[in-house]
């Protein structure tokens, strides 16, 4: 096309080709609405191919092997369920054929110099590459009867961060390396505090002869009373560390009392603060990029489609071809959705500034709510519109019916708190059961039942699953029970599970638990980037460990009788805290130990951790009081739209809502200038700004 | 005058009286700088009488009185120093007498009807009536010999909340209590939470007869269980609470997992976001209303000072009479800087806009750099100009001179490490003082006296203030031990503090560092607020622990041999861990001990209190980068200004600040409409919309 041919002229790096305008639109669309930031050429070979790239299967794949990879640890030496050397370095080399494969792939896409410029792609390689190393390595050194260690697979993980998919996990990886130099200015002026404090504490409590409770000199040498102080700061042993001196004189408490006012709260605050801020002002950066980006595309896409409307007018895109677009990125959009999309675009105005507009609107997700008959309804309507039938779904769409049900709920609670070997109780849970099913039956009688099990209906769908999966559980059990009187506890223990879970459903009947709920599930996915970031992390953390301290310390069963469960199987334990409290299965021994025994040490340390939450959350409270659904104007009357406004698609679409009101104007303009488009902050501006 | 009839006239409540314009329009001007929001008559008499009690002797005396009041608890029972009885309650007497003297004043200042309609003028005369009844009946059953409680003395700290000038604490306390609804429902939600997951635990756990360390049934009872997690949500009991279970399977380990990522992390961050959200939005609202209040009130001294400049343009101020205005208002001002005040008004326009600014431009602290010339030049020009003591002055401002003493300073922290009793070290010290003292010196001699000892000069009067006291109390020390022998350690304390502090000024050198200290001198005044309201609640605390718990744990000196001592005096303590931890002195007994323990219960649960420090530092890091002054532009080229931005006179002028840009324009209009001038938010916003 005309237009193409301008377009793949600015976007220099990138050698022009034959192609469909609509198509070539489509995918610019595609990209921009999830930010996606691969500079493909714009052949039909390469387009092709970058389609496939693209595709979810592909992509959900591609996690498939991560997870198969990260999952080896489990039967590799030291191994949760042991497997054979040979098995886990076969599956291990298919994964890193796999990634091979995706690498390749991704090499074919984008232009070669781009490619080898890239520090995620050389990441791959060097991963790749040393892992094959480190297995010839290992093989041979095993073979030959020495003892080795499969170091490289300390950068599994880091696969997850370096794929092309990892883009929300590499900016938290680059925020957090951002905050670094600013809090170890605030580090180092806590450690001279620190040091200050120590020094003052050896020359007024050193020489007054004072013993702690097991009778050791108090607050004598240096280095001691730093690391004394220092876990104050945490506050583990507040007060055992000041009661000696405490108890010489009350004067002492004061000097205790100003260093956790100035250590513990001043300080501690201004780490919090620090990385609060900075951490924000590099994730508004980047999400200005990112929307900068975003616009670039859609202008991009606006070039392709664009035409004259009159001599002298602004360029437009007219409905025809903006229909056929929409039509290509989302197939799933039905034609009346489409509509309100192209009014609501329509009332500003058809040029460029409109057309931008739409990557965003794509992301906001609109339920339509067709007010379809009920299929009863269409097969018996003489039944279905009697009196009674009528009575019935009055009744049930009561509040009443919703109070009746969680004061069924509260029995149930107070049932389930009961002695479950009771008779009476163990078959209250079958009455039980039969009203929650009775529940949702009645209500598949009265809403339309595709209606009642749609995308959004979190809590029809969760009562569902709960109700019959415990049905299914409980009749297993009694089955189990009444046939060899044998009781499986597995089972049981499910059937408790889904017993408890099905209270959880109380919390939707009240608003305000539900809007809380809702803010939690809304920001889940910002959530599990955290969560990706903390499993890199402890991975890196419980290997290296495992290689440390692998039978370091032993667990014994409770029946045991070897003499050495005293001491955890290591006599340096022999009469420590450690081995007392029983502490013997905290050790690094598996994967699955280390990574418990990293959850207990976060959690023993956990105080920086909230600051990010509280940036994620800072709409949340905007939003408490409002309901949640905004009825859209212009629709034709037949259909109703419903804009799920707290939801977002992806985590850059929450992040751009949540700086919307900080970006400037300016920011998000797209760089009108054709020759700014090429920009540096265009090319792959996750990690190659780095 | 003819414009103070039409201000009195708008204000409604405020009959006229007669009164010099000026005068009015300052008071009206200092009332808007300060957000004094207090309603009088504008009568002579009257202003007389609201200038008397705005005097800042007046706000000291009733401050040290309030003071004597709270320090009573002291010398009462249970006392730290006993007094007798009659001597406290004289000492109270005068206190009430003069905190009913000064509320006698405030009445006689505003309208009957506002003063009997504001809350905290009711709180104060039932505070002091109470105290008065409890007085009274107090005496009379210990005359007659009954046990008698001191209960009035729980309303002590109430009275710092209810003065008028209790602004900011009664406004953190509205803004905490306004959060409290929000927080309560996230509470229900998390109550809801615990209790689901006791109930799962019990159901899982409870049948499976595993034993504590104790060899205690572990997870049988529903509340003992709901306590453990409550507890596990502090991480106090971690791991502890969860091992047995963790024995048994390892697949229990991720109950407790998800349990506490859901209750300590999430919801733990939910409450930290509610609050802080809530927090922010109150303060916003407060700060909102403070500002319009300033406006209006900053409206009205221009109506009173306005002049009409051509027919039918706008009214101005002339400078004249803003010349007067401000000498009357600020007279420590200098004539160039109010030179400065005017230009910078002057430069947008001489109307109302640029008029209603002065109360916050006012708030600027402005530091005069006046270039004087040293005074040995003026007394010895020919020595003080000659080559040596000009090479003398660029050695000691040059930058070697700044390290060599960091480095001297460096050197003086390990000999104070040292060993003291080294009689080499204990000389050394002489050489030490002597060094700094000479550094002082030199920079007396090459910087102007006045400007060195200068209001902003922090570190200079930090180092001359530590120096001097060092050298003071070194020669008291060395006079003592050479005249009898005797050492006094307390002299030695105050020796050795003074050496550790004068290290601190290494901090200055590093300019990172300095960004940082600066920044938290410059929020002290909101950290201060905060520890008032602290203190209102510890002292509560304090007073009610006292008369519930005095003397049921009893502290014994290190020698005394009284059986009793093992188990603090109480029986029921024999054996606990209170008792073998030594903790006997965390104690209700008397006041310190009171405090001493609170704080202490504070550190263990210190959760929550990281929040509102955030806020206050929002603003700081994007200061961290930029240079501590900026130049102004418009001055008479023989004086330097600097505005000292950093500082803020007030903890009101601070928030206007951090809120700048959350306002909206319209919210910093004055509603110039003259009728709405009286409106609600104006009379006393601090506690009437309460």
Redesign the interface.
Known sequence: GTHLARVVALHIKCPPGVLQDLELAAIFVSDAQYNRNICFEASPAVVRLYLLYNHWVAKVLLYLFILVNLSLAFFEEPAVVALPTWATMLVELLCLLVFTLRLVHYARVIPRDKFWKDPKNICIIVILLLTLVDMMVYGALTASGCKAVRWSRVLRPLLLVNVTEGRQLRRAFRSIRNALP?IF??F??FI?SLL?FS??A???LGKRDLKT?EGEPYFTN?LSIVFDLYVLVT?AN???VM?PA???S?VF?IFF?VY?LVN???F???F???V???YK?HLKEEVRQLVRAKRQKMSRAFLVLQEQAQEGGEPVVTQASWNQLVRMVRPDISDPHRLLLWSVLDSSSQGKAAFVQLADLLNIEVITLKSRPHPLQSLCPALYQSAPSRLLRRLVQHRAFVVLYDLIILVN?VF??LDEDNPLIAHSEWVFLALYLLEILLKLYVFEPRAFFSRHSFWNWFDTIIVVSALVATVVNSALQSSGGYTSRQIL?IV??L??LR??R??DSIK??RT??NT?IRIGPA?LTFGQLIIVVYYVFAVVGMELFKDKVR?FE?DSSDPAKAYCGNALLRGTAFAH??????NFNNI??SF?LL??LT??N?EE???G??NA??T???E?GSGPSDGAGPAPPHLMFKIASKRYRTVDALLQRMFESDLDPEDLDESSDPEAQSSPSFSNPSFSSA
């Open positions: 600013q200015y605030v180092l002026l001279f200050i020094l003052m050896l020359k007024l409770l240096y506050t507040s007060p055992d009661m405490y108890n010489f009350f408490a009392i956790i513990t709260y001043i501690m605050s201004v919090l603060a620090v609060y801020n900075t002002k609670a389930i708190g223990d408790f599970i017993r408890v209270l959880i109380v919390v305000r638990f809380i709920i939690l959530i667990f409770a409290f029983n502490y013997c299965k905290n699955v130990s418990v959850v207990e959690v023993v956990q951790m909230d600051g939450l509280v959350m800072e949340m409270d905007n408490l």
